[in-house]
């Protein structure tokens, strides 16, 4: 089944991704979907269903992108500080064999 372009939600769906971005807005991109979803009451329950579940995928995915991120930074974080106390370390060291 095909619909005319005009007749899509594009932009609200748009928005609805934009907002999936951020996992503190998924609620409102939530209410936004809601929207995506009752302008495509016309279409086949099989349609809707791939829909819901291609949408339910898009936040999974951007939460665990959002983890995983988080992650990075503090194994960032901990390599830098690791990094930080080695050179600490070596100055400490070469000075301590200067001083003998």
């Given at each position: 089944?095909?619909?005319?372009t005009?007749?899509?939600?594009?932009?609200?769906?748009?928005?609805?991704?934009?907002?999936?971005?951020?996992?503190?807005?998924?609620?409102?991109?939530?209410?936004?979907?809601?929207?995506?979803?009752?302008?495509?009451e016309?279409?086949?329950?099989?349609?809707?269903?791939?829909?819901?579940?291609?949408?339910?995928?898009?936040?999974?995915?951007?939460?665990?992108?959002?983890?995983?991120?988080?992650?990075?930074?503090?194994?960032?974080?901990?390599?830098?500080?690791?990094?930080?106390?080695?050179?600490?370390?070596?100055?400490?060291?070469?000075?301590?064999?200067?001083?003998?």
């Amino acid at each position: 089944m095909s619909y005319p372009t005009a007749s899509l939600p594009v932009e609200t769906l748009t928005e609805c991704i934009e907002l999936a971005k951020d996992p503190k807005a998924h609620g409102e991109a939530e209410q936004a979907f809601a929207e995506v979803k009752h302008d495509l009451e016309g279409a086949s329950s099989e349609t809707l269903a791939v829909v819901d579940h291609l949408w339910q995928e898009l936040l999974t995915a951007r939460r665990s992108a959002a983890f995983w991120e988080q992650i990075s930074n503090v194994e960032r974080s901990m390599t830098e500080k690791i990094a930080a106390d080695h050179f600490q370390l070596k100055r400490n060291y070469l000075r301590l064999m200067q001083e003998q």
